[in-house]
């Protein structure tokens, strides 16, 4: 069964400092990979998907995430924070068929300063 | 752009009733999944559904959850007998169809069991 670590429950940048947010998933063949960004009272918004190809994924919002196979990673980074990306980011793991279940991990909250 | 919407955005509920979330997919998405996030917890999945019949569902969807798709436009997650380990944000989620893969969210419905 597939899994996904979040290390980071919390974290605290300053406005236009880098951002990286770590994510380490388990799944037996290649996964695929998602960051969803949940604001307060809003639902989960995709901000970008892996499924194959160059490991580099670019997406929403100025953010990209890197797929490293060898350290079974997809970290999400950007790098300069916005105050609005105050908010809560969920790494995901879907099953390999075109049709599954999402695993997620717990999240990871980012509070920016000004 | 089209979004998934899902009814109520707050449910409060007496142990032991029935309640029925409802969800409008992204209307040309045949693909349709519930999960549901206990409060300080990961977001989990219940089921998945496609063409009018259960795909998948976890241990968490026992006899007292149904879904059903009762229209061309409404997915409907019902709960026969609540408990107050229901209590959750429950979210709605739309796939387009084969050879997709993301999944499309709602902004989610809070069951409060008291």
């Known amino acids: 069964a597939q899994s996904v670590t979040q290390p980071d429950i919390h974290i605290t940048v300053s406005e236009g400092a880098s951002l990286e947010l770590r994510c380490n998933y388990s799944?037996?063949?290649?996964?695929?990979l998602f960051w969803y960004v949940q604001s307060p009272g809003q639902g989960l918004q995709l901000l970008l998907k892996?499924?194959?190809?160059?490991?580099l994924v670019q997406g929403i919002k100025g953010f990209e995430a890197e797929f490293k196979r060898s350290q079974s990673s997809f970290n999400l980074r950007k790098p300069s924070v916005h105050w609005s990306d105050a908010a809560e980011y969920f790494c995901?793991?879907?099953?390999?068929?075109?049709?599954?279940?999402?695993?997620f991990g717990q999240g990871t909250i980012l509070t920016v300063h000004p | 752009e089209p979004e998934v919407t899902q009814t109520p955005s707050h449910q409060v509920t007496q142990m032991g009733q029935e309640v029925i979330l409802r969800c409008v997919p992204i209307?040309?998405?045949?693909?349709f999944y519930w999960y549901r996030q206990i409060l300080g917890q990961k977001v989990e999945f219940l089921v998945s559904?496609?063409?009018?019949?259960?795909?998948?569902k976890s241990e968490i969807f026992d006899d007292q959850f149904s879904v059903e798709r009762p229209d061309g436009s409404n997915f409907t997650l019902k709960i026969r007998s609540t408990k107050l380990e229901d209590s959750a944000m429950y979210f709605c989620?739309?796939?387009?169809?084969?050879?997709?893969?993301?999944?499309?969210f709602g902004p989610g419905t809070r069951l409060t069991v008291t």
């Open positions: 995901a793991v879907g099953a390999g068929t075109s049709y599954g279940k999402l695993t």
């Open positions: 799944y037996g063949a290649t996964p695929y």
């Open positions: 989620a739309s796939q387009r169809g084969v050879g997709t893969y993301e999944q499309y």
């Open positions: 209307s040309n998405h045949l693909y």
């Open positions: 559904f496609y063409n009018n019949e259960i795909s998948e």
């Open positions: 892996y499924f194959s190809g160059d490991t």
